[in-house]
């Protein structure tokens, strides 16, 4: 499977234009960095090829098809604020459950403690929720995961192993994953290649 963008171009409004005639393509299985000066667009090439934005020119195709708007994802996308990627008021349980219903098995390796199922994410720290938004987005329809900046704010314990679960899973499963990052070490570590914005 191939996740693909072809001479996209975007700008917000009638902003600059953040993004001209960028290329990108990822296979299933393969671990794809993107690295790139601060405001040079990696966010907004996340969030495109999520189909979270629509780019102006060019597009975004699944093995040849547009994504999916109206059934479950399979590009699913993790970002550096997991407080703005969850409804306060659902209860974790419910949001952990918004997509698949993830094994015990998935839980315990990413360090989800049950105690934490029945709390509101403003009882959870950011570690802790981010750990919930992981596990959401790591169900069996998932073919591709983009990974924003999404330990960025964790202690380096936790981050190897969030990173551990997260390539056991995308192993296991076939998924792709790209991986955005100001990290050089953490992106050489992970990545099979690196493309520069
Ligand atoms: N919603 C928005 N409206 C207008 N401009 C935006 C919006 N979001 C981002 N931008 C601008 O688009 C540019 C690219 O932003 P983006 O967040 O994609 O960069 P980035 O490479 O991820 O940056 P960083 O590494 O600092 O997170 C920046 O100049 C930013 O100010």
């Given at each position: 499977?191939?996740?693909?963008?072809?001479?996209?171009?975007?700008?917000?409004d009638?902003?600059?234009?953040?993004?001209?005639?960028?290329?990108?393509?990822?296979?299933?299985?393969?671990?794809?960095?993107?690295?790139?000066?601060?405001?040079?667009g990696?966010?907004?090439?996340?969030?495109?090829?999520a189909?979270?934005e629509?780019?102006?020119?060019?597009?975004?195709?699944?093995?040849?098809?547009?994504?999916?708007?109206?059934?479950?994802?399979?590009?699913q996308?993790v970002?550096?604020?997991?407080?703005?990627?969850?409804?306060?008021?659902?209860?974790?349980?419910?949001?952990?459950?918004?997509?698949?219903?993830?094994?015990?098995?998935?839980?315990?390796?990413?360090?989800?403690?049950?105690?934490?199922?029945?709390?509101?994410?403003?009882?959870?720290?950011?570690?802790?929720?981010?750990?919930?938004?992981?596990a959401r987005?790591?169900?069996?329809?998932?073919?591709?995961?983009?990974?924003?900046?999404?330990?960025?704010?964790?202690?380096?314990?936790?981050?190897?192993?969030?990173?551990?679960?997260?390539?056991?899973?995308?192993?296991k499963?076939?998924?792709?994953?790209?991986?955005?990052?100001?990290?050089?070490?953490l992106i050489?570590?992970?990545?099979?290649?690196?493309?520069k914005?």
């Open positions: 499977m191939q996740l693909k963008g072809e001479n996209i171009g975007f700008r917000y009638n902003g600059p234009w953040i993004l001209q005639d960028m290329n990108f393509s990822i296979e299933s299985g393969e671990v794809v960095g993107i690295m790139g000066s601060s405001g040079c990696k966010t907004t090439l996340g969030r495109i090829l189909g979270y629509d780019p102006q020119v060019g597009k975004v195709t699944l093995n040849g098809e547009a994504l999916p708007k109206r059934t479950y994802n399979p590009v996308l970002f550096q604020h997991p407080e703005k990627a969850v409804n306060g008021r659902w209860h974790m349980k419910n949001t952990l459950q918004e997509g698949w219903d993830p094994q015990d098995e998935i839980l315990e390796a990413l360090g989800i403690e049950k105690a934490w199922l029945k709390r509101w994410p403003n009882e959870l720290s950011g570690g802790e929720l981010q750990r919930f938004c992981v987005a790591l169900g069996s329809k998932t073919k591709f995961l983009i990974a924003d900046e999404m330990t960025t704010m964790l202690d380096a314990i936790t981050q190897a192993q969030i990173w551990h679960v997260v390539r056991d899973v995308a192993r499963q076939d998924i792709g994953l790209v991986v955005i990052s100001h990290e050089e070490h050489k570590r992970l990545c099979d290649r690196v493309v914005l």
